[in-house]
């Protein structure tokens, strides 16, 4: 598959500014919703799938070029999976200082000592006049006692990525760019285009 212009369904600039750092070396031109003036997506699906293939269907129909479009989340064990797809309205007014401070309290009110968590992602490449194609990724990690690291954005400072000690906030972008639940995910997209 030859692409040459990419859409990212998003208005995230954390997140597009990670796609576009890992999608780099590709040399396909990358713009974002944001950048064209499209405006947001509504997120109706339950799952991680179903919010990305809604996005990117609606954001190519718009355009009429290629959209990659990412839904992720934190998943954490003893919330049975909250915030999951709900990650990003979590807090009120989407604020993840105040989402991070809700995520610790509903921990410690379990009165569980399991802080098994992941970031899954779920992008999917609508073309138009395709099919829509769907690339997943997750990171197996842990939740921090407390927010620590000032990189990153959304649930970085309280999550610890597996066989490491420090959050991806205190990590930095360098590495979690290495290891993350969205760079997994793109490695397949990649792996399409090639």
């Known amino acids: 598959m030859k692409i040459t212009k990419l859409v990212v369904a998003s208005h995230n600039a954390g997140k597009i500014?990670?796609?576009?750092?890992l999608l780099a070396p590709l040399k396909i031109?990358?713009?974002s919703a944001a950048e064209l003036r499209l405006g947001d997506v509504e997120e109706t699906g339950t799952t991680f799938e179903e919010n990305a293939k809604i996005k990117a269907n609606a954001i190519s129909l718009m355009c009429g070029l290629?959209?990659?479009?990412?839904?992720?989340?934190?998943?954490?064990?003893?919330?049975?999976?909250?915030?999951?797809?709900?990650?990003?309205r979590y807090a009120p007014d989407r604020n993840f200082k105040e989402g991070m401070k809700m995520l610790l309290n509903e921990i410690k009110e379990s009165g569980s000592n399991?802080?098994?968590?992941?970031?899954?992602?779920?992008?999917?490449?609508?073309?138009?006049?395709?099919?829509t194609k769907i690339f997943e990724g997750r990171v197996d990690g842990s939740i921090a006692q407390y927010p620590k690291g000032s990189n990153g954005f959304g649930y970085?400072?309280?999550?610890?990525?597996?066989?490491?000690?420090?959050?991806?906030?205190?990590?930095?972008?360098?590495?979690?760019?290495q290891i993350s639940h969205r760079r997994r995910a793109l490695e397949k997209f990649i792996q399409?285009?090639?």
């Open 29 to 31: 031109e990358v713009q």
């Open 114 to 131: 399991n802080r098994k968590a992941h970031f899954s992602c779920c992008l999917a490449l609508a073309c138009p006049n395709q099919k």
């Open 66 to 88: 290629p959209c990659l479009a990412d839904d992720s989340g934190l998943c954490v064990d003893v919330l049975d999976g909250r915030p999951g797809v709900y990650s990003a």
């Open 156 to 177: 970085d400072p309280i999550f610890i990525p597996e066989g490491y000690e420090q959050t991806f906030a205190e990590l930095g972008d360098d590495v979690k760019n």
């Open 17 to 21: 500014a990670e796609i576009k750092t």
């Open 192 to 194: 399409e285009l090639k």
